[in-house]
């Protein structure tokens, strides 16, 4: 039999590998969703530069093709994993945070300069925030692409949407990957 | 008190346990995504999984996916039963001792 201390050290190794797992079933899903929002965000901001009459049809195509991808990739993971990641609540905040994104853009009256960069730095705030919790790998991701998307502002003249292209949609398409072998 | 399970005890085979335990039922783990998660090398937890697999605790499945083989290993209703009893036991010793306290 074995002391106290002994069986203190096995349960907390337990838990250890059950937070591991659990993490590591998270970056595999958030992963796939990245990688998507990646390629959809770089045909966004890639029409914006080359087209930018077709803009704004553009990014309300990427945005319903990348809800209705989160949730189909959702529902094809839990279907695997058994992981559970879509919740009306989750929905919800979803809806909570962009309906805020949208008054600050009206109350703010952006230049299409300055949406393209609101819009992404906002979003990677999310992810900084939620990797507090979930994992580095989203702050890692989160904070690279918020630092690259502010010196394109500053210091990118006319290429900006051909650099948020490579920056935003590149960028969280090796993010996914990366978030993927880790 | 409970005995404590003698081959969960082992370290080793305690974390690919705790690993497979946390998934759902049927659902199983890669052995690159076993040995990643446990920290253990090739050979060490080709043999611990044997161990398990001869009590009848997983079940291995091996595949090839394209050219590839792929080994992935499931833990049983019996192995999930065995590990649910050990960490009770493990919660027991320190309830007794008042450290659950």
Same mark, same amino acid.
């Given at each position: 039999?074995?002391?106290?201390?002994?069986?203190?050290?096995?349960?907390?190794?337990?838990?250890?590998?059950?937070?591991?797992?659990?993490?590591?079933?998270?970056?595999?899903?958030?992963?796939?969703?990245?990688?998507?929002?990646?390629?959809?965000?770089?045909?966004?901001?890639?029409?914006?530069?080359?087209?930018?009459?077709?803009?704004?049809?553009?990014?309300?195509?990427?945005?319903?093709?990348?809800?209705?991808?989160?949730?189909?990739?959702?529902?094809?993971?839990?279907?695997?994993?058994?992981?559970?990641?879509?919740?009306?609540?989750? #929905?919800?905040?979803?809806?909570? *945070? %962009? /309906?805020? =994104? &949208?008054? $600050?853009?009206? @109350?703010?009256?952006?230049?299409?300069?300055?949406?393209?960069?609101?819009?992404?730095?906002?979003?990677?705030?999310?992810?900084?925030?939620?990797? #507090?919790?979930?994992?580095?790998? *989203? %702050? /890692?991701? =989160? &904070?690279? $692409?918020?630092? @690259?998307?502010?010196?394109?502002?500053?210091?990118?003249?006319?290429?900006?949407?051909?650099?948020?292209?490579?920056?935003?949609?590149?960028?969280?398409?090796?993010?996914?990957?990366?978030?993927?072998?880790? | 008190?409970?005995?404590?399970?003698?081959?969960?005890?082992?370290?080793?085979?305690?974390?690919?346990?705790?690993?497979?335990?946390?998934?759902?039922?049927?659902?199983?783990?890669?052995?690159?995504?076993?040995?990643?998660?446990?920290?253990?090398?090739?050979?060490?937890?080709?043999?611990?999984?044997?161990?398990?697999?001869?009590?009848?605790?997983?079940?291995?499945?091996?595949?090839?996916?394209?050219?590839?083989?792929?080994?992935?290993?499931?833990?049983?209703?019996?192995?999930?039963?065995?590990?649910?009893?050990?960490?009770?036991?493990?919660?027991?010793?320190?309830?007794?001792?008042?450290?659950?306290?």
């Amino acid at each position: 039999m074995i002391d106290s201390q002994q069986a203190t050290e096995a349960l907390a190794d337990v838990n250890d590998i059950v937070r591991r797992v659990r993490q590591s079933q998270i970056y595999h899903l958030a992963s796939l969703i990245i990688i998507m929002w990646g390629a959809l965000s770089f045909a966004g901001y890639l029409v914006t530069y080359l087209s930018p009459h077709y803009a704004g049809y553009a990014w309300i195509a990427v945005y319903i093709v990348g809800i209705a991808g989160s949730i189909a990739i959702s529902a094809f993971q839990r279907s695997r994993s058994g992981v559970q990641t879509f919740r009306v609540r989750m #929905l919800s905040a979803f809806v909570l *945070f %962009v /309906a805020f =994104g &949208l008054f $600050v853009c009206w @109350l703010g009256h952006f230049t299409p300069r300055q949406l393209g960069t609101f819009w992404p730095i906002y979003f990677m705030l999310a992810y900084s925030i939620a990797g #507090l919790w979930i994992g580095p790998a *989203f %702050v /890692a991701i =989160g &904070l690279g $692409v918020t630092a @690259l998307t502010l010196i394109g502002y500053f210091f990118i003249g006319d290429a900006f949407d051909l650099w948020m292209a490579f920056v935003n949609g590149g960028g969280l398409i090796l993010g996914g990957l990366w978030m993927r072998r880790s | 008190m409970a005995e404590l399970d003698d081959i969960i005890h082992q370290p080793l085979r305690l974390r690919i346990m705790a690993a497979l335990n946390a998934l759902p039922t049927s659902v199983g783990l890669e052995f690159s995504k076993l040995k990643k998660l446990t920290g253990a090398t090739d050979g060490n937890l080709g043999a611990h999984i044997e161990t398990l697999s001869k009590a009848g605790y997983v079940a291995v499945e091996k595949a090839f996916v394209g050219k590839k083989p792929q080994t992935t290993v499931t833990a049983t209703a019996v192995g999930r039963g065995a590990f649910a009893r050990h960490v009770a036991t493990l919660q027991e010793i320190i309830a007794a001792s008042g450290g659950g306290k």
